[in-house]
């Protein structure tokens, strides 16, 4: 056997034995090893570096609304700047969390070009799509978006069917107004869409070992990330702590987020500097 393939066979090994004792199957390849939040690491093949960890504002994100938008402009922006003050480089926002406006707090006291900004359009034809970019510049008040998502896509055909969209930020990462584009997914359909559709660059999948508030179950989620890592997309988990499910849990859904190898990233949205901190802390212990 060669060396490469009794390495992979190995950390296989290691994964199942990790996931069996809490009866979760696995079909990928754990990287053991220590992790940080702050580590740096590439999204695929879009070139983005950033870090492993995302500062989240969308906890109950909808309606405009969320958990971290509810602290305030100043709070949310105090909170975003005391993790790149800590290290982090990487905030997820989205239109439907109200949270563009604490965004920009945040970046007029944080180097613009030292992040990555991820945001989530609900458009779903061109006309939508052209608005929503120039209006989250504007909000964001930046000249350009790092990743911009089509959000919670749900059919099955969503490629055909949002096509117009789809080619409206094609042509934006062309002119250099946002660096990469993909979509979030909300079921198991549109999640096997995006994986085998060229043009997702980047994927914002949910994924935790209780399979709370996900596509489908574990496995079957796994399956469809793993041909996601394969064709070169960038995976970035989502409802790692099955939005507050595991929230008693924390060290369980971080192990198993970083054992899978499979996610370039996460994001987690921390709803106060002491649990940011927490976080950052249960991050570095987690040894796969």
Same mark, same amino acid.
């Given at each position: 056997?060669?060396?490469?393939?009794?390495?992979?066979?190995t950390?296989?090994?290691l994964?199942?034995?990790?996931?069996?004792s809490?009866m979760?199957?696995?079909?990928?390849?754990?990287?053991?090893?220590?992790?940080?939040?702050t580590d740096?690491?590439?999204?695929?093949?879009?070139?983005?570096?950033?870090?492993?960890?995302?500062?989240?504002?969308?906890? *109950?994100?909808?309606?405009h609304?969320?958990?971290?938008?509810?602290?305030?402009i100043?709070?949310?922006?105090?909170?975003?700047?005391?993790g790149?003050?800590r290290g982090?480089?990487?905030?997820?926002?989205?239109?439907?969390?109200g949270?563009h406006?604490?965004?920009?707090?945040?970046?007029k006291?944080i180097?613009?070009?030292? *992040?990555?900004?991820?945001?989530k359009?609900?458009?779903?034809?061109?006309?939508g799509?052209?608005?929503?970019l120039?209006?989250?510049r504007k909000?964001?008040n930046?000249?350009?978006?790092?990743? *911009?998502?089509?959000?919670?896509?749900?059919?099955?055909d969503?490629?055909?069917?949002?096509?117009?969209?789809?080619?409206?930020?094609?042509?934006?990462?062309?002119?250099?107004?946002i660096?990469?584009?993909g979509?979030?997914?909300?079921?198991?359909?549109?999640?096997?869409?995006?994986a085998?559709?060229?043009?997702?660059?980047?994927?914002l999948?949910?994924i935790?070992?209780?399979g709370?508030?996900?596509?489908?179950?574990p496995?079957? *989620?796994?399956?469809?990330?793993?041909?996601m890592?394969?064709?070169?997309k960038a995976v970035?988990?989502?409802?790692?702590?099955?939005?507050?499910?595991?929230r008693?849990r924390a060290?369980?859904?971080?192990s198993?987020?970083?054992?899978?190898?499979?996610?370039?990233?996460?994001?987690?949205?921390a709803?106060?500097?002491t649990?940011?901190?927490?976080?950052?802390?249960r991050?570095?212990?987690?040894?796969?």
């Open positions: 056997m060669r060396r490469r393939e009794f390495l992979g066979k950390a296989f090994g994964g199942a034995a990790w996931l069996g809490k979760i199957p696995t079909v990928g390849v754990a990287a053991p090893g220590k992790f940080s939040a740096m690491v590439t999204l695929g093949q879009t070139g983005i570096r950033t870090t492993r960890l995302a500062c989240g504002t969308g906890t *109950v994100g909808f309606n609304r969320s958990n971290q938008s509810s602290l305030g100043q709070g949310l922006a105090d909170l975003l700047c005391q790149y003050d982090l480089r990487f905030l997820d926002t989205a239109d439907s969390y949270t406006p604490h965004v920009a707090a945040a970046l006291r180097p613009r070009d030292k *992040v990555t900004v991820l945001t359009s609900w458009a779903r034809d061109a006309q799509m052209r608005a929503d120039d209006r989250f909000e964001l930046t000249d350009y978006l790092d990743i *911009v998502l089509m959000h919670c896509l749900t059919e099955g969503w490629p055909t069917r949002y096509k117009g969209a789809m080619d409206v930020l094609s042509e934006a990462r062309e002119k250099g107004i660096r990469a584009h979509v979030s997914c909300h079921s198991i359909e549109a999640l096997r869409a995006a085998r559709t060229a043009w997702v660059q980047v994927d999948a949910r935790n070992p209780i709370s508030r996900m596509d489908s179950d496995k079957t *989620v796994l399956e469809e990330l793993w041909k890592r394969a064709a070169g970035i988990g989502m409802k790692i702590l099955g939005q507050g499910d595991m008693n060290d369980e859904a971080l198993f987020a970083l054992s899978q190898g499979v996610l370039d990233a996460f994001t987690i949205g709803e106060s500097r649990e940011q901190v927490d976080l950052l802390q991050i570095s212990a987690v040894t796969v």
